[in-house]
């Protein structure tokens, strides 16, 4: 069984902090990873791929891979009130390019 | 450029009736996807189209359904409906399978009574 898992949260954190969420894998074969955001009442957007070990910056977002330990991590720097959603993980999991979603993380960023 | 569209955006049913979902895709886009979300379950993959072509299937029942038309258009119907069919039903495209980012419609919540 093909599994993606994410902490469902809520991950309370305080503006200005760093927010971590986390994402762990089942298929040591991953090669694409990607985290959607997806605000209360909304559809879900893409903010961050990866696809090799280590990790991605954009802006005040850093996708970190390990794909030995099979997890991938994001981090939110100078968290924001309006960062405050679900984040989802979604790994490809096969040469069919079917993503496997995780269920998602809450994030709430408290002023 | 118009986003992904899906209609309707609200749906109520009862158990025992059939449903149709329409997506269109943005335009130039062939690849659709449906997924259906519940609360705590995260995204379920239920098929992906690609040239009029079903391409993958989730695990789910044959009562849900789907087909793309020669524009991309896709739609997916679900029979016989059953209480734990209650969702948001979302369609996302992209240029081809595989392709990143998919782009999502708003979806449609289904009420199944």
């Known amino acids: 069984q093909k599994e993606v898992e994410q902490n469902s949260g809520p991950l309370s954190v305080p503006e200005g902090a760093i927010a971590s969420l986390n994402c762990t894998y089942s298929?040591?074969?991953?090669?694409?990873f990607f985290w959607y955001r997806q605000y209360s009442g909304k559809s879900p957007e893409l903010i961050m791929s990866?696809?090799s070990n280590g990790d991605k910056e954009d802006g005040r977002f850093t996708a970190q891979l390990n794909k030995a330990s099979q997890y991938v991590s994001l981090l939110i720097r100078d968290s924001q009130p309006s960062d405050s959603a679900t984040y989802l993980c979604?790994?490809?999991?096969?040469?069919?390019?079917?993503?496997?979603w995780g269920a998602g993380t809450k994030l709430i960023i408290k002023p | 450029k118009a986003g992904v569209t899906q209609t309707p955006r609200y749906l109520i049913k009862t158990r025992g009736q059939q449903v149709t979902l329409s997506c269109s895709p943005i335009?130039?886009?062939?690849?659709v996807s449906w997924y259906q979300q519940t609360p705590g379950q995260g995204l379920q993959f239920l098929f992906e189209?690609?040239?009029?072509?079903?391409?993958n299937k989730g695990n789910f029942p044959g009562r849900f359904s789907g087909r793309q038309f020669s524009n991309s258009r896709s739609e997916m119907n679900v029979s016989t409906l059953e209480l734990g069919d209650s969702a948001l039903y979302l369609c996302?495209?992209?240029?081809?399978?595989?392709?990143?980012?998919?782009?999502f419609g708003d979806g449609t919540r289904l009420s199944i009574l």
């Open positions: 298929d040591r074969g991953s090669q694409s």
């Open positions: 996302a495209s992209s240029s081809n399978p595989g392709s990143q980012p998919q782009h």
């Open positions: 335009s130039g886009h062939r690849s």
């Open positions: 189209y690609f040239s009029e072509t079903q391409r």
């Open positions: 979604a790994v490809n999991m096969d040469s069919n390019y079917q993503l496997i």
């Open positions: 990866i696809y």
